[in-house]
C-alpha cells in the first residue's frame, strides 16, 4: 500500500504506473488525474476520477466498459480482475454454472455490444449470477448507466486496496 500523501509527491509516471489499473486497462484515467494533486482523501481522488470518465465523450466510456472482461470467463484478464473474481468464485464454477455465466454473457454482450460489468468484492457468485440474469432484461441505456456505476464501485474498491490515507 502507498500513502496518500506519497502519491501526491509523485511524479506523473510514478502515480499513473500505480494508479492506471484502477480503471481496467485505462491509464488515461489516472493521467488525466495527476494534474488534480494534490488530494486530501481517498474519496477525493475516487470522485476526481469518476468526474473524468463522466465528463469523457461516450465512446471513451465505452471503450472503457469494453476493457473490462466477462464475469466467470476463462480468459486473459488483468492481475486484479483474477482477484476479484477468485474471491467471489468465479474462478472456480462447475461445469454447469460456466455454461450458464457463458450463456448469459453472450446474451448480454449481443443485446448491449459490452460485456456485463460487475463489482464482485463482496459478493458470492450465485448474487452475480442472478444480477446478470436480471440485468439482461434491461433497456441498453439503463444498462450503460448502471455499467458504469459498477465500473465506479470497481475503481473505488481497487483504489482502497492500494492507498492508504
Given at each position: 500500500?502507498?500513502?496518500?500523501?506519497?502519491?501526491?509527491?509523485?511524479?506523473?509516471?510514478?502515480f499513473i504506473q500505480e494508479l492506471?489499473?484502477?480503471?481496467?486497462?485505462?491509464?488515461?484515467?489516472?493521467?488525466?488525474?495527476?494534474?488534480?494533486?494534490?488530494?486530501?482523501?481517498?474519496?477525493?481522488?475516487?470522485?476526481?476520477?469518476?468526474?473524468?470518465?463522466?465528463?469523457?465523450?461516450?465512446?471513451?466510456?465505452?471503450?472503457?466498459?469494453?476493457?473490462?472482461?466477462?464475469?466467470?470467463?476463462?480468459?486473459?484478464?488483468?492481475?486484479?480482475?483474477?482477484?476479484?473474481q477468485e474471491e467471489a468464485g468465479?474462478?472456480?464454477?462447475?461445469?454447469?454454472?460456466?455454461?450458464?455465466?457463458?450463456?448469459?454473457?453472450?446474451?448480454?454482450?449481443?443485446?448491449?455490444?459490452?460485456?456485463?460489468?460487475?463489482?464482485?468484492?463482496?459478493?458470492?457468485?450465485?448474487?452475480?449470477?442472478?444480477?446478470?440474469?436480471?440485468?439482461?432484461?434491461?433497456?441498453?441505456?439503463?444498462?450503460?448507466?448502471?455499467?458504469?456505476?459498477?465500473?465506479?464501485?470497481?475503481?473505488?474498491?481497487?483504489?482502497?486496496?492500494?492507498?492508504?490515507?
Amino acid at each position: 500500500m502507498v500513502r496518500l500523501q506519497e502519491l501526491n509527491d509523485w511524479n506523473d509516471e510514478q502515480f499513473i504506473q500505480e494508479l492506471g489499473g484502477v480503471f481496467e486497462s485505462s491509464p488515461w484515467v489516472a493521467k488525466k488525474a495527476a494534474k488534480f494533486r494534490p488530494f486530501i482523501s481517498l474519496k477525493d481522488l475516487h470522485e476526481k476520477m469518476v468526474g473524468i470518465v463522466a465528463d469523457s465523450p461516450q465512446t471513451e466510456q465505452l471503450e472503457l466498459i469494453r476493457s473490462h472482461p466477462d464475469l466467470g470467463a476463462n480468459i486473459k484478464m488483468s492481475s486484479q480482475s483474477v482477484s476479484e473474481q477468485e474471491e467471489a468464485g468465479l474462478r472456480d464454477l462447475t461445469e454447469e454454472e460456466f455454461r450458464s455465466f457463458h450463456h448469459l454473457n453472450e446474451i448480454y454482450q449481443q443485446r448491449f455490444q459490452f460485456p456485463f460489468i460487475f463489482a464482485v468484492k463482496g459478493k458470492r457468485k450465485t448474487e452475480i449470477h442472478a444480477a446478470l440474469r436480471t440485468r439482461v432484461a434491461n433497456d441498453r441505456r439503463a444498462e450503460f448507466e448502471k455499467a458504469l456505476e459498477e465500473v465506479y464501485a470497481i475503481a473505488s474498491f481497487r483504489l482502497i486496496d492500494k492507498i492508504e490515507e
